[in-house]
């Protein structure tokens, strides 16, 4: 069950942004501090919490399960369902969301679109887990977006901020292939891979697979919770007063994401029900597609734009909206097995 950590994560997430809030206002120096040293463009102490925060969740993928899972008859077909609604219709349903309802807000808008490319592999392991979603696909796709994130988000970023929606002439001169590339290496590559040879270490070098199951994992898991709290308070520390004094654009920087949680999940579903998918296999593609990547989305948006910028500051609010809204689709899942599937359902045959 999700522990009493992870159901209060919406409530410390809010406590970050007040806390980060208030040091901003009432301790001007405390922003200059932060700045001193700077690593890829962003503080010394911003950098170490977006990795740390990265870092605990990847080492729970079974990065070894994926050459047995490759062999199987009817993967490529699933991988492309899955390709298809996290990497196509995913990124063009934010944007379409983002200019629909934020149309005179080109930096907010810009933010929510990062959001939307960066496809989940981190706590969408937790809400599969916790719908009865099927472990082993889940792990798959998140090894399997993690290797195609780090190749497809700068791309992908340029290919929807900087040539199909730009939002100013601005845009067209700040966005840089390199500078989000190197984020994407940097904050996803590093972790990813200190995430596998820490794995590879333990289970195969020494073999000592189950302490790192039942002793490692639980040890580091926390880890994840403070990195994202702690880099949270590092951004509202520089954002404090921009983020009172624009209140009211924030809170609409929440209604793009409002509706594309429950579109994407729900769209999803449905048509992996038409295909006869299981449940457990629904359910992990449901949230695979609905889930998205924030840890990712503000460190690329901290590393391109600033830490202070409105870009950034979209980015943070995210979780604020995703982790409640995602939560609540676990136990709406829950009740939808009971209604509607059988106990003994398998997924077809491709």
Not at 21 to 50: H, K, M
Not at 131 to 145: M, T
Not at 182 to 208: D, E, K, M, N, Y
């Amino acid at each position: 069950s999700l522990s009493w950590t992870d159901r209060l994560l919406p409530l410390f997430i809010l406590l970050a942004i007040v806390g980060g809030t208030l040091i901003g206002n009432y301790v001007p120096e405390a922003s200059q501090n932060l700045n001193r040293i700077l690593v890829s463009d962003v503080s010394l102490p911003l950098f170490i919490g977006l990795l740390v925060m990265m870092y605990p969740v990847l080492c729970k993928v079974e990065y070894e399960r994926i050459g047995s899972i490759l062999r199987q008859r009817d993967f490529w077909y699933h991988s492309m369902v899955s390709f298809g609604f996290n990497w196509i219709i995913g990124p063009l349903v934010m944007t379409g969301l983002a200019w629909a309802t934020l149309p005179d807000l080109p930096d907010y808008r810009t933010g929510v679109i990062l959001i939307g490319i960066a496809r989940c592999i981190a706590m969408v392991l937790i809400w599969n887990e916790l719908a009865s979603g099927e472990k082993e696909y889940c792990a798959l796709l998140v090894a399997f977006n993690s290797i195609l994130q780090i190749g497809l988000y700068a791309p992908l970023a340029l290919l929807y901020i900087k040539v199909m929606a730009p939002a100013s002439e601005g845009d067209r001169f700040h966005i840089n292939y390199w500078i989000v590339a190197r984020s994407v290496l940097i904050f996803l590559g590093i972790p990813l891979g200190a995430a596998i040879l820490t794995r590879f270490f333990f289970c195969f070098v020494i073999r000592r697979r189950t302490w790192y199951t039942k002793r490692f994992l639980p040890t580091i898991g926390p880890l994840a919770l403070v990195g994202l709290l702690f880099t949270i308070v590092i951004m509202f520390i520089s954002q404090g007063e921009a983020f009172i004094h624009r209140i009211g654009s924030v809170a609409r920087v929440s209604v793009p994401l409002l509706l594309y949680f429950p579109i994407m999940f729900f769209s999803t579903f449905y048509v992996c029900y038409r295909l006869r998918y299981s449940y457990a296999h629904c359910v992990t593609q449901s949230f695979t597609s609905a889930s998205n990547n924030f840890e990712l989305a503000i460190a690329v948006a901290v590393a391109t734009f600033g830490l202070d910028s409105p870009q950034a500051l979209a980015s943070v609010v995210g979780p604020l909206i995703e982790v409640p809204v995602l939560l609540a689709l676990v136990y709406l899942c829950l009740w939808i097995r009971a209604r509607y599937f059988q106990p003994s359902a398998k997924l077809s045959d491709a």
